[in-house]
């Protein structure tokens, strides 16, 4: 298992439950994603980053990807940590 940044943790921390504004992304091929919240690093909150993660370690989600946030329809978006934990990209996991 790999470690969250500390800055991430820190971000995370701070924000959760946060939605960004605009609170709609792009990718190439749609437009107008609707960004859900943050998860949180608050053991007691429902959307807890640790037991979102652990909700897809049972082969659907890659290894070292880990869901820092949602969209309004429960996919993730994650930060892919498989190049190493320095510059993460960031992934949308559609399932």
Request: aromatic share 14%; with cysteine.
């Amino acid at each position: 298992t790999s470690k969250v940044p500390k800055r991430l943790f820190r971000i995370c921390q701070n924000l959760f439950g946060a939605t960004p504004s605009p609170e709609t992304f792009d990718l190439e091929d749609r437009e107008e994603i609707a960004f859900g919240y943050l998860h949180s690093f608050h053991k007691e909150s429902e959307s807890y980053i640790v037991n979102v993660s652990n909700r897809y370690r049972d082969g659907r989600m890659p290894d070292k990807v880990i869901p820092i946030a949602d969209d309004v329809f429960g996919n993730e978006i994650c930060f892919d940590f498989r190049k190493g934990l320095s510059s993460p990209s960031i992934v949308f996991w559609d399932h």
